[in-house]
Nanobody, 125 residues
Framework: VQLQASGGGTVQAGGSLRLSCVVS??????MGWFRRAPGKEREFVAA????????YYSDSVNGRFTISRDNAKNVVYLQMNRLKSEDTANYHC?????????????????????WGQGTQVTVSS
């Protein structure tokens, strides 16, 4: 199984970026995006279940970011709008083997078995 994230870059505050995560080797019902800012722990950003019908977001990105997936291509996207300097981080996609979850399992790093290498997002103010 491989997860290949791309789409990062440098953008001005208020701008947009779309990250992509291409999954090869298997399909997963639950996919997530996490990020790690310099000097901080990795944190949950968003998760998608099934055919994008169920999505979850952290409070800090809710209303600005949208997670979606194209199951035919086995790709997960993270559309990021109205970017802020505090969104600067290395973004990782992740895949969970389990098709079931309870409470906020989807927000826990330990819930995911497979991780991509990360793509850097830098937002300049």
């Amino acid at each position: 199984v491989q997860l290949q994230a791309s789409g990062g870059g440098t953008v001005q505050a208020g701008g947009s970026l779309r990250l992509s995560c291409v999954v090869s080797g298997s399909t997963f019902n639950i996919m997530g995006w996490f990020r790690r800012a310099p000097g901080k722990e990795r944190e949950f950003v968003a998760a998608v279940v099934g055919n994008s019908i169920i999505t979850y977001y952290s409070d800090s990105v809710n209303g600005r970011f949208t997670i979606s997936r194209d199951n035919a291509k086995n790709v997960v996207y993270l559309q990021m709008n109205r970017l802020k300097s505090e969104d600067t981080a290395n973004y990782h996609c992740a895949a969970a083997l389990s098709s079931y979850y309870s409470r906020r399992d989807y927000a826990q790093e330990s819930f995911y078995e497979f991780w991509g290498q990360g793509t850097q997002v830098t937002v300049s103010s």
